[in-house]
């Protein structure tokens, strides 16, 4: 996103973010107690915070992310959202994870606190938990939500 804005309230993206909590995972979904992916967790959150969605999403595959070296999240997230420094991120920001080293960044989740996030993963669903050594390392972009 390009000049001046104005950032959503942390408190309110982790209030919306705390409200999925519990849906089940389900790829490619984005309905609240129904089923999401971690991006349809930020998505829902969006439309929460934010208002509707300003693009709609293409179909992926379940392995999108291993084959390429195109950054489609972060573009995405680029677009829509305000990018900050990884190490100023804080409670409210939305987070790209790279699973692998040298990977694209193709898993998101929602801090907390400092030391905790919520994000949706395959089995689990959305859940907070707490951010370890072994996922801080892997976060590779931040961003936070506009205000409306």
Avoid: N
């Avoid at 000049?3 to 959503?8: C, I, W, Y």
């Avoid at 680029?78 to 991120?89: D, G």
């Amino acid at each position: 996103m390009t000049g001046l804005q104005t950032v959503a309230d942390p408190d309110r993206v982790i209030s919306a973010a705390r409200g999925w909590l519990g849906t089940p995972y389900h790829d490619q979904a984005s309905l609240k107690g129904i089923g999401c992916d971690c991006l349809g967790l930020a998505r829902g959150v969006w439309r929460e915070v934010v208002g509707d969605e300003p693009f709609p999403i293409p179909p992926y595959s379940r392995d999108w992310g291993e084959t390429g070296s195109r950054e489609v999240l972060a573009e995405g997230a680029r677009r829509m959202m305000i990018e900050l420094p990884v190490a100023a991120a804080g409670p409210g920001a939305l987070v790209l994870f790279r699973m692998r080293p040298g990977a694209i960044a193709k898993h998101v989740g929602i801090l907390t606190a400092p030391d905790r996030f919520i994000h949706a993963y395959e089995g689990l669903g959305v859940i907070e938990e707490p951010l370890t050594q072994a996922w801080r390392r892997r976060i590779a972009l931040a961003f936070l939500f506009p205000s409306v």
